[in-house]
């Protein structure tokens, strides 16, 4: 499954970008995808997972109420919407995807897009 993951850039605290993460996969509902993100000099973290249909998500304590992930499985992509940014927020985000339901360990992903860069400046 080829992951491409866009929509980072720089925003002000207290703004809001939306990722998206495209899969080249017509089976991607099948698929549990979870964002995950990197801040130099830090461990990739997990940010939110969602099951293959939509109907279950996750979000870490950290983003819980700022950020919410949803999918189309229509266009085969799937979004992180990120409002309330805090400049702690600036890292790397990757989007992964697997064959099963999602999980929050970033060992358990087998494909993963290039990341884009989110810039929170305060």
């Known amino acids: 499954v080829q992951l491409q993951a866009f929509g980072g850039g720089l925003v002000q605290a207290g703004g809001y970008l939306r990722l998206s993460c495209a899969a080249c996969?017509?089976?991607?509902?099948?698929?549990?995808v979870a964002w995950f993100r990197q801040a130099p000099g830090k461990e990739r973290e997990f940010v939110a997972g969602?099951?293959?249909?939509?109907?279950?998500?996750y979000h870490a304590d950290s983003v819980k109420g700022r950020f919410t992930i949803s999918r189309d499985n229509v266009k085969n992509t799937v979004y992180l919407q990120m409002n309330a940014l805090k400049p702690e927020d600036t890292a790397v985000y990757y989007c992964?995807?697997?064959?099963?339901?999602?999980?929050?360990?970033?060992?358990?992903?087998?494909?993963w897009g290039q990341g884009t860069q989110v810039t929170v400046s305060s």
């Open positions: 992964a995807a697997r064959k099963a339901f999602y999980s929050t360990s970033a060992e358990g992903y087998d494909f």
């Open positions: 996969e017509r089976t991607f509902s099948t698929y549990g």
């Open positions: 969602i099951s293959g249909s939509g109907l279950s998500t």
